[in-house]
């Protein structure tokens, strides 16, 4: 069973930036696709930005434009760099790999694996 763990996290002041890392126990060949979610307290889970294993990259709204998913396939190790931090984007940061193969975009109920998920905490 792939394992799924994050790091990075941790506290900024508004404007700042993070760069969050998702390492892999395994081949990250058997999804499909890869992404970041978070969670914010009282808040459901909401997608950020998801990769193909090809490459190709999609974003939510919120984020377009300050955050980039990138994708290490050698070392098999998901990043997120999250700039121009503002409180909003306060909240857990998980990462998740559908362990198919079929991508399901922004719909958490899609992936399979998920990490235990990193704090981000952005102070005005």
């Known amino acids: 069973q792939v394992q799924l763990a994050e790091s990075g996290g941790g506290a900024v002041q508004a404007g700042g930036s993070l760069r969050l890392s998702c390492a892999s126990s395994?081949?990250?060949?058997?999804?499909?696709?890869l992404a970041w979610f978070r969670q914010a307290p009282g808040k459901e889970r909401e997608g950020v930005a998801h990769?193909?294993?090809?490459?190709?990259?999609y974003y939510a709204d919120s984020v377009k434009g300050r955050f980039t998913i990138s994708l290490d396939n050698a070392k098999n190790t998901l990043y997120l760099q999250l700039n121009s931090l503002t409180p909003d984007d306060t909240a857990t940061y998980y990462c998740?790999?559908?362990?198919?193969?079929?991508?399901?975009?922004?719909?958490?109920?899609?992936?399979?694996?998920w990490g235990q998920g990193t704090q981000v905490t952005v102070s005005s």
């Open positions: 395994g081949s990250i060949y058997g999804s499909r696709c």
């Open positions: 998740a790999a559908d362990g198919t193969n079929w991508c399901p975009g922004f719909a958490a109920s899609g992936y399979k694996l």
């Open positions: 990769i193909y294993t090809g490459g190709t990259a």
